[in-house]
């Protein structure tokens, strides 16, 4: 896969378990941050954004809660499934570089039935 | 709505060589961003167009260069290929701000 090289952390769960994938982001000025799944052979796909005036957004299934005091990130996935198994990266933008994205290094969630 | 196209999906150049990829972006979008994908850097901001005009670049050298037509398609270029370039190249459209950046398959890019 794509990311391979870089050693990303897994996490490996139990089908119908929650899952909580973490990420740390770098700038302080970033105020819009996001999250994507990447499936083996295509392009991320969005699952769920916020924006540094909330802590907290709920989607189906998944929630994300955004800590900016310590700059960190985290996507919860409830009742696991065995498609929800990709690599998930945050995101992150603001300022006037809304077009450039920087991305976390991801992490690899494996779902067994 | 037809989401981000990519074309070609598959390329194999050889070192030296150039090559050109193209984006098609969802309609209404007038942003598009290029990554570039490896399993040694990960995704790494290559460049973004708006309304036909350059408004971010990343590091890379200026062998990668791109534009965008007034329909909104861009297109990359990479020059004078090394083996390095082999990656994932992905772009992405939004329509522009700080609206959701939504990506394509990608063209994957190997360097002989």
């Known amino acids: 896969g794509e990311n391979v090289g870089l050693h990303l952390p897994t996490l490996s769960v139990q089908e119908g378990d929650n899952s909580i994938i973490n990420c740390a982001y770098s700038n302080s000025a970033s105020d819009y941050f996001i999250w994507y799944k990447q499936e083996s052979g295509k392009g991320p796909q969005f699952i769920i954004d916020i924006r540094s005036n909330m802590d907290k957004r709920q989607g189906q299934r998944v929630t994300v809660l955004l800590n900016k005091t310590v700059k960190h990130l985290s996507l919860q996935i409830a009742a696991t499934q065995p498609g929800d198994s990709a690599v998930y990266f945050c995101a992150e933008t603001g300022g006037t570089s809304y077009g450039k994205l920087t991305f976390g290094q991801g992490t690899i969630l494996t779902v067994h039935p | 709505k037809a989401g981000v196209t990519q074309t070609p999906r598959y390329l194999i150049k050889t070192r030296g060589q150039q090559v050109t990829l193209s984006c098609s972006p969802i309609s209404g979008h007038r942003s598009v961003s290029w990554y570039q994908q490896t399993p040694g850097q990960g995704l790494q901001f290559l460049f973004e167009?708006?309304?036909?005009?350059?408004?971010n670049k990343g590091n890379f050298p200026g062998r990668f260069s791109g534009r965008q037509f007034s329909n909104s398609r861009s297109e990359m270029n990479v020059s004078t290929l090394e083996l390095g370039d082999s990656a994932l190249y992905l772009c992405?459209?939004?329509?522009?701000?700080?609206?959701?950046?939504?990506f394509g398959p990608g063209t994957r890019l190997t360097v002989l």
């Open positions: 992405a459209s939004s329509r522009g701000g700080s609206d959701t950046q939504y």
């Open positions: 167009y708006f309304s036909e005009t350059q408004r």
